[in-house]
């Protein structure tokens, strides 16, 4: 296979963690040919540690040497904070294929913008490419699901990677700069929830179902069970800044019932994410663990009557395989050969549309009114 020239924008916690790591990994499918971040000490420290050549505080003065071949890139890989529409058009007008992190966009006007574009997109969904989430689906084709239940434990970010060494936060960032960075998710926000919608709601919105549920969202959508209709919703026991808990009830596509809960624990020992679907003759259960440790696999365990009446249980690991590495061998094939990807666009209107929803039976159970397109939902 041909390496591919890609370049990093974003050097924050899931780029130091995990891509980067990947892309090295990957020296066979990969040449890291440029990074850029707001901050110029880390993306020298960045960019010294993994010997890339290219170096910018960004994405414009990424693009202008794309531009101006001293730095031309067949690819970049968006982990920017806050929304990332603003950044996939200006890299899909400059003919750059587009591997992004969640979330695509914060609103659907945003997505409207990027298939205008014409962008040649991979959405970071990684448990798509889990080999465990393949394993579920042998295990329920041609069974018809009667129940999913989804429950997450969620940790504080800092416990989840306090293994990664990350760099310190940084400080030397531009203040204009910053506030010219994040203008675009402020106003995204804004179109998706309405300017004057609560922080709190508008942080929820962001942070928990964009920046964490909506996995889930496109786990059970990747699997041919789409949540067709959210019903309720109820959140609890928030402390400023912490989110406290999202309860999720709803119908799937097929009939089948959902059951969503998302707990912000901070003190929990452990990031667990638990997707268990029932069905007439059995249950297939997917455990998720830290999403940022490598080859820490996902728990496949397919349930069963046996032929003497009894349980059959099965258990999956497989760790010499790593979701996160899986999706950037595919991307390599979708930049290479057009091989089309698990989640593009399309997609990822289909996820925010639900998230959306969540927000807007949020709403009626807490007595508020989202505007913008949630307004609608």
Request: with cysteine.
């Amino acid at each position: 296979m041909s390496r591919i020239r890609i370049g990093v924008l974003g050097l924050g916690a899931v780029t130091q963690s995990v891509h980067l790591p990947l892309l090295a990994r990957r020296w066979d499918l990969y040449e890291i040919a440029a990074v850029a971040d707001l901050s110029a000490e880390r993306t020298a420290s960045v960019a010294g540690r993994y010997g890339v050549p290219g170096r910018f505080t960004s994405r414009a003065e990424l693009l202008t040497a794309h531009a101006d071949g001293s730095c031309p890139l067949d690819a970049v890989l968006v982990a920017t904070t806050g929304t990332h529409g603003a950044d996939v058009v200006a890299l899909a007008e400059a003919g750059i294929a587009v591997f992004c992190e969640k979330p695509l966009a914060l609103a659907e006007s945003e997505v409207d913008a990027i298939e205008a574009s014409g962008a040649r997109v991979q959405l970071g969904y990684m448990k798509e490419y889990d080999p465990a989430t393949a394993g579920a689906a042998r295990a329920l084709a041609g069974r018809t699901v009667r129940a999913v239940t989804v429950e997450i434990l969620h940790p504080s970010s800092g416990a989840q990677l306090e293994f990664a060494r990350l760099l310190p936060p940084a400080t030397d960032v531009d203040p204009a700069a910053l506030a010219e960075a994040i203008a675009p998710t402020g106003a995204a926000l804004d179109a998706a929830v309405g300017a004057d919608l609560d922080a709190r709601w508008r942080t929820l919105y962001e942070g928990v179902l964009i920046g964490s549920i909506v996995h889930d969202i496109s786990l059970l959508r990747h699997l041919g069970h789409p949540i067709e209709a959210v019903e309720s919703a109820t959140t609890w026991g928030a402390q400023a800044p912490d989110p406290g808990s999202v309860e999720v009830i709803g119908t799937l596509s097929g009939g089948a019932r959902l059951h969503l809960g998302w707990h912000y624990l901070p003190e929990h020992p452990d990031y667990r994410e638990t997707v268990t679907f029932h069905h007439d003759g059995g249950s297939v259960s997917l455990v998720f663990t830290v999403p940022y440790l490598l080859n820490a696999p996902t728990v496949l365990t397919v349930t069963s009557r046996g032929e003497d009446g009894g349980e059959v249980r099965s258990e999956h690991r497989a760790p010499q395989q790593e979701a996160f590495e899986n999706e950037l061998t595919a991307f390599h094939l979708f930049v290479t050969e057009g091989a089309a990807p698990a989640s593009a666009a399309p997609q990822g209107r289909a996820d925010l549309v639900v998230a959306q929803q969540i927000l807007a039976r949020l709403g009626q159970r807490h007595g508020f009114t989202p505007g913008g397109e949630t307004a609608a939902r």
